[in-house]
Structures are given as structure tokens and as C-alpha cells.
């Protein structure tokens, strides 16, 4: 057999759902004291850093990190429960889901000591944003193309150049970066990128907006002018970057926010069609929820190989490539289904709403992160052809 | 499942490849092939898998048994040894001895009703009864003014209309005309034709996750040889994203029927929501996996896919017809619509994430 797929039927543990209690507790009273709508996943104007900083004092930010940086020592099924809650919740995890998924593990692995004692309680705490600065004008999916430069200085580098596409970068407190701090050599082309820890909010950094179809303000163009990183901020090995992106993608590839992104326009769709639907709700309904079990519990399945220290990198990226797929059709899907909601449901106006801003979402979400095809080159390469 | 899980689905595994070889079957057009492999099948106790020694079988473990049925979907075995296992199965559920030979189940689709008449006998018309025509026995799920009732009938009593299959197996319409069985038994409490269909639909999800696995490594290794505008087709990045879309696709299919068979073996009882969800969303969500799975594969393969000579079709015709039996994935689709409907739209991710 040339593949070997796997998906083992993991379940989350025990201890998981008194842990889920606690957290819908929580949102449910986040809710009641009006930090944000469940109805509303569109609230740009609400970074909730008040809510952040609750996250964290639950302990469920960097919940899977060692104690002595502030973690909670838990596993990362756990933090699948808490991440999977306020997905569905549409709680504003915009301040800090970056930090916990994807930031804060590239500091446990490359940072100093001194820096990982000082930046991580505080994401743990809730206090921190974090973006990612990997997209430039003219490179996206080929991230080895990156041209903004690192010039080694006396004590650090000089970084010159632009990033884009940067997600919460207008209010981000750091962002990890690629820069280049030497030509590609002609063996391999991915040589020369290395990765830092960039501190915003300072001179040489200037930040500009770009509106989106949605709305919203919510990436932005990065403009470095000098920029003076010093030479402990290097996370990892000088002009090695490309080493470094290994089994952390993983977790950033297969978590709960790659096919729920949508999903509330599922369940305001089946509160719309009521108890009694006709055979076409009810089949369409049907078929939605037997493909949202079916990424769930492939999801978890990733989770739980990476929890028990796999390397399902194939299993991953398919996780991301159909879960995108299908959080990106769903609105129009419901909407299909919509058609023939009674004009009395109450939820009309929600529903129609909801689908106008989910619709409007759906383009970007097989593309920021690895886009679809970035993804399938990643699958097929597993399958040994390429 | 790539590698066998335990020492039952080796043995099958084993069994297979020396017996029932794709490209030998697929050449074989008088089927010499079938015989010996049942001897072996029969031999080494799978057919009687779920049935527990005391009445006549090689009790193994509902996970194992599970476990074969993925390895079968693999090879797309055409002799009915997921439906002996089955009507092994629903014999057991009644505390009925299961006998030697083939058997298959009646009936295998929601929409058919047999019914037990006051004199003990049994009348009722069941569509799409996968392999009657080689069945020795029926296992018979019935209804009468006692409720639910299982049943061991000699298939010779019934009228039998044969019929072939989109798979290329027979598929037929069984009669029972006032048919008295060999034994009936109150079926358990709680079962009725709704646990069985459910039963049957993980059964082939596994078959047709397993057909899917053999799919996309057939057309893998066929778009490493085949050349075209002088390379391998493997290296056109079109037919790479297909094929990444096909592994996506075994994926699913493999993901949502071993969740929903862990699911049964795990289950106390039949008769809850968490068993409902599981195998009624595995033979939707397979269903589509093996519509998307197999065009790809067919596409993949191009003209030589579609010859008879090919036995692409062995894997990709079977997978779309067990999309029929216990239920299509249409009306399962339904039945799930219709209990999230019901619960109400606040209960419904409660009932995904308790999964």
C-alpha cells in the first residue's frame, strides 16, 4: 500500500468534560454581561482585551506549557475544548488565539531563557498579542521568496522591507518574523531566512491598515525602516528558518478553527427551519451534520496522535484541505436551504445576516495559513508523488 | 488501518491475498475462485465472527470482526462474508445458533417490512437483499403484535427474483409468502429494524472506507507509470491535487466509519443518540466519499479505468452500490435532519461535541 492513512477513533478524556463545563459556564456568563453577542461573529471593533486577560486568569492560555512559564501543564485534548468552545461560541479570541496556537510554542522551542521567562506568563496571562509576519508583497505561498532584510549590526540587525497580509498586527505587541539574512545559495533555495521575535510598537515599525471585503480592518501592511532587532530576539538557527517549520504546523494545520470558522450560520439555520422540517431541510440539515461530525472527529483524531507524540503531518494538512473546503461551501449551502425558511421564523433577520457576513468571510479561509493548494502539494508529496 | 489491527483481520488479510487476488478474480470469468475462498473464510471462522461459540461461531470481538470488514472493503470481496456476519449478528441478538453456509439478511433496507402472522409464520417482500441468491439462510427481522422478533429462515422456502447489482453481485428481491422459519426468538429490548439498518450502514462504511483505501493506492501507483506529454502523470500538479482530494476523501470515509464502529463496541446499548449520529452520519458521509472517491480514481485512470479487463471497477462500482443497502445515505440524511430538528438548534453542537 502506498498509503497509510490513519485515523484512529480517539475520544476526548474524562477529565475533558468537566473541563468543557467550566468553560461554557464561563462564556455563558462573558454573555450575559454583554462582552460580546454569540449571534454576532462580525464585531470588529471588539478586541475584548478585559476578556483576554479572563481567558487567562481561567489558566486556559498556554494551558499545554511547562508551570514555570505559566502554564498549566495540561494536554492539548484539553486545550481542544477550550479552543472548540469559543469557536462556537463566537467568543473574540482575536488578542490571544495567536499567541496560544502558534507563537507561544515557537518560543518554548527557540527563544532564550530569559525571554521565554518574560514573554510567556504574560500570553498566559492573557496580556499579549501576537501576529505573524511571514506574507510579503511579492511572496505569499512561496515563503522562501521573502526579500525584507536583516542586516547584521553591532548588537542585532537592521530590518528593511515590508510585510503583508499581517493579521492584527495594528494591535499586536510582537510579532515572529521571517527575515533574510543571506542570499539563497544554489543548492538549496530555502537557505538564508531566519526567524525573530520583533517587538511593535517601536520606531522603525510603521503599521497601515488594508480593508477587506468583510468590512473589517483586520490585516495590515508591516513597513520596517531600520528597524533595529537586537541579537538575542533570533529564534533559532541564523539562515535556518526553513528547518524549523516541522510538526509544530500540525497543530496550526488540523484544530478546531479549520471547519468551524462558519458554523454558526448551521445552528441559526436549524433554529430558522424549526421542529418540523420538510424532507429537503431536513436532508440538507442531515448531510451538514454527518460532515461536521465526520471533520470533528478527524480533527480530534489529529489531536490525539500529536498528543501522543505522532507525526501526522499528511493526516493534517487533509484535515485543513476538506475542513476549509467545507467551512467555505456551508454558508452557501444553508443558504440553499434558507430559501425556503417560513417568512415568520423569528431568526430570519439573524440568519440573513449571519449568511451575508459568513459569505463574505468564506474566500480568505482556504487561503490565510497555507492555502488549498500549498496544502494538496503537501498531501500529494506524503503520497510519494513528488 | 493500513496494517492489520489483530491476529483475526491478518488471518483475513492472508486469506485474500492468496485467494481472492483482484487480477485473478477480475480474469476469472466462471468464478472457480469463489469456492476456495469461502473453504478458507469458513475454515478460519470468519464468516461466524460475532457469533459466540455456544451458538456455532469462532466468537470474536465486535472490534475485530469490524476490523475484517475493512480489510474485505480493501480487497471488495464478492462472496457475502459481510452479510454471514451480519445475519450472524442479528442471530445472536436473538439467541439464535447460527448454522454453517451462507447467509444474508432480511431485510436490508428501512423501507421493507416483514411481519410475523399468528401462526408463526412470516410474510413480507424485501428489496435489494445483497447475495439471497447465495444465501443457504436468511436472518430475518420481523414484526408482529408481540413487537420485534428475530428469526433463522431456509432461504429455499422463499421466492428469490434475482438480480445483479451496480457492484457486479446479486442483489435481489426475496418473498416470504407464509413462510415458516427454523427458529424465531423475541428480538432484545430496545432492537428493532432502525438498530439493525444502523448496524448494516457502519458495515459497509467500513467496506466502503476500505475500497477507498484501495483506490486511491491503485491510482497512485498508476499515475507513478503511466507517461504523458512525456512524464509521469504524477508530476502534473492537476492530477497530484486530485489525488490529494481522493487521500481526502479516504480519509473521511475512514475517519467517520471506524469512529462509528468504536462507537458500537463501546456502546452499552444500540438504542441512543450517540450510536444514531455515529453510524447514520458514517453511511452519509461515506456514501459521498465514495461518489467524489471513485470519480477521482476513474479520472485518474483515464480510458483503461473503464475496461472490463481493468479492476479499478471491482472497487469503485462496489463502493457506490453498498451506498444502497441498510439505508441510502439520502434517507439517513433525513432521519438525522429530523432528530437535530427536533432537539433544537441550541442542542445541536452539544450532540456533535459529545462525541
Not at chain 1, 228 to 238: A, C, I, S, T, Y
Not at chain 2, 23 to 40: C, E, F, R, S, V
Not at chain 2, 210 to 232: C, P, Q, T, W
Request: net charge neutral.
Amino acid at each position: 500500500m502506498t498509503a497509510a492513512l490513519r485515523f484512529d477513533p480517539i475520544r476526548l478524556p474524562e477529565k475533558c468534560e468537566q473541563l468543557r463545563k467550566e468553560v461554557r459556564a464561563f462564556l455563558a456568563e462573558e454573555i450575559a454581561a454583554g462582552t460580546f453577542d454569540p449571534h454576532a461573529p462580525n464585531r470588529e471593533d471588539n478586541d475584548a482585551p478585559e476578556f483576554s486577560r479572563r481567558v487567562g486568569a481561567k489558566g486556559w492560555l498556554g494551558m499545554t506549557w511547562p508551570k514555570k512559564y505559566g502554564g498549566q501543564e495540561r494536554s492539548f485534548l484539553e486545550r481542544y475544548v477550550v479552543t472548540e468552545e469559543m469557536r462556537v461560541a463566537n467568543a473574540p479570541t482575536r488578542r490571544f488565539f495567536v499567541a496560544d496556537r502558534q507563537s507561544g510554542p515557537v518560543l518554548l522551542k527557540y527563544a532564550p531563557e530569559h525571554i521565554k521567562m518574560d514573554i510567556l506568563p504574560r500570553i498566559c496571562r492573557g496580556e499579549v498579542c501576537f501576529a505573524i509576519g511571514m506574507s510579503e508583497p511579492n511572496s505569499g505561498s512561496d515563503l522562501f521568496a521573502a526579500k525584507t532584510r536583516a542586516t547584521k549590526t553591532d548588537g542585532g540587525y537592521l530590518v528593511n522591507g515590508t510585510k503583508i497580509w499581517t493579521s492584527s498586527a495594528h494591535i499586536a505587541d510582537y510579532m515572529i518574523a521571517i527575515f533574510r539574512t543571506s542570499a539563497p545559495t544554489k543548492e538549496n533555495r530555502r537557505h538564508g531566512l531566519t526567524q525573530f521575535l520583533v517587538k511593535m510598537k517601536q520606531p522603525g515599525i510603521q503599521v497601515n491598515p488594508i480593508g477587506q471585503i468583510t468590512g473589517q480592518f483586520e490585516f495590515n501592511e508591516v513597513v520596517f525602516t531600520d528597524y533595529f532587532v537586537p541579537d538575542d530576539h533570533v529564534l533559532g538557527e541564523v539562515d535556518g528558518a526553513w528547518k524549523q517549520a516541522t510538526s509544530e504546523l500540525a497543530y496550526e494545520r488540523s484544530g478546531p478553527e479549520r471547519f468551524l470558522e462558519t458554523y454558526y450560520v448551521l445552528t441559526e439555520l436549524v433554529r430558522a427551519v424549526g421542529k418540523n422540517p420538510d424532507t429537503r431541510s431536513a436532508e440538507g440539515i442531515g448531510r451538514l451534520v454527518a460532515q461536521v461530525h465526520t471533520m470533528r472527529r478527524m480533527s480530534v483524531s489529529v489531536a490525539g496522535m500529536l498528543q501522543a507524540g505522532k507525526e501526522p503531518v499528511v493526516e493534517a494538512s487533509i484535515v485543513k484541505d476538506i475542513g476549509t473546503v467545507w467551512e467555505q461551501q456551508l454558508p452557501h449551502r444553508v443558504r440553499d436551504l434558507a430559501a425556503f425558511v417560513e417568512e415568520t421564523a423569528t431568526n430570519r433577520e439573524t440568519l440573513e445576516k449571519q449568511l451575508d457576513f459568513a459569505i463574505k468571510t468564506a474566500p480568505k479561509l482556504t487561503i490565510q495559513g497555507g492555502t488549498t493548494e500549498v496544502l494538496r502539494g503537501i498531501i500529494a508529496r506524503g503520497l510519494g508523488l513528488r | 488501518m493500513a496494517e492489520s489491527e489483530n491476529i483475526v483481520a491478518e488471518t483475513a488479510e492472508k486469506i485474500f491475498a492468496d485467494l481472492a487476488d483482484a487480477q485473478t478474480i477480475n480474469h476469472d470469468k466462471k468464478g472457480a475462485w469463489k469456492a476456495p475462498l469461502w473453504q478458507a473464510l469458513t475454515e478460519a471462522g470468519l464468516p461466524l465472527s460475532w457469533v459466540p461459540d455456544d451458538l456455532g461461531g469462532s466468537g470474536a470481538s465486535l472490534a475485530e470482526g469490524f476490523s475484517v470488514l475493512n480489510v474485505a472493503g480493501r480487497h471488495a470481496i464478492a462472496v457475502p462474508l459481510a452479510e454471514t456476519m451480519l445475519a450472524g449478528w442479528l442471530l445472536t441478538q436473538g439467541k439464535i445458533a447460527s448454522p454453517e453456509g451462507e447467509m444474508t439478511i432480511v431485510p436490508a433496507s428501512p423501507k421493507d417490512r416483514v411481519t410475523l402472522n399468528a401462526d408463526g409464520s412470516l410474510t413480507g417482500r424485501a428489496r435489494g437483499v445483497p447475495f439471497a441468491k447465495d444465501a443457504k439462510h436468511f436472518a430475518v427481522l420481523a414484526s408482529g403484535k408481540d413487537g420485534i422478533s428475530i428469526a433463522l429462515v431456509d432461504a429455499a422456502k422463499c421466492r428469490i427474483e434475482s438480480g445483479i447489482g451496480l457492484g457486479g453481485d446479486h442483489n435481489d428481491t426475496v418473498t416470504l409468502d407464509k413462510v415458516q422459519p427454523v427458529t424465531t426468538k423475541p428480538a432484545p429490548k430496545g432492537f428493532d429494524q432502525t438498530t439493525l439498518m444502523l448496524m448494516g450502514g457502519v458495515v459497509r462504511s467500513l467496506q466502503i472506507a476500505g475500497a477507498l483505501e484501495a483506490m486511491l493506492d491503485i491510482s497512485v501507483r498508476y499515475s507513478n507509470e503511466r507517461v504523458a506529454f512525456e512524464k509521469k502523470i504524477s508530476k502534473f500538479q492537476a492530477v497530484q491535487h486530485n489525488l490529494a482530494r481522493l487521500a481526502g476523501e479516504n480519509a473521511a470515509a475512514l475517519a467517520a466509519a471506524t469512529s462509528a464502529a468504536d462507537t458500537i463496541v463501546n456502546a452499552k446499548s444500540l438504542d441512543n443518540d450517540a450510536v444514531f449520529l455515529e453510524a447514520a452520519a458514517a453511511k452519509i458521509r461515506c456514501s459521498e466519499a465514495a461518489e467524489n472517491g471513485s470519480g477521482i480514481a476513474h479520472q485518474v485512470h483515464g480510458a483503461i479505468g473503464f475496461t472490463i479487463e481493468h479492476i479499478l471497477h471491482r472497487y469503485s462500482l462496489r463502493a457506490l452500490a453498498w451506498r444502497d443497502d441498510f439505508g441510502s445515505e439520502s434517507h439517513w440524511a433525513v432521519e438525522l435532519g429530523k432528530l437535530v430538528a427536533d432537539r433544537g438548534a441550541d442542542e445541536l453542537w452539544p450532540l456533535v461535541a459529545s462525541r
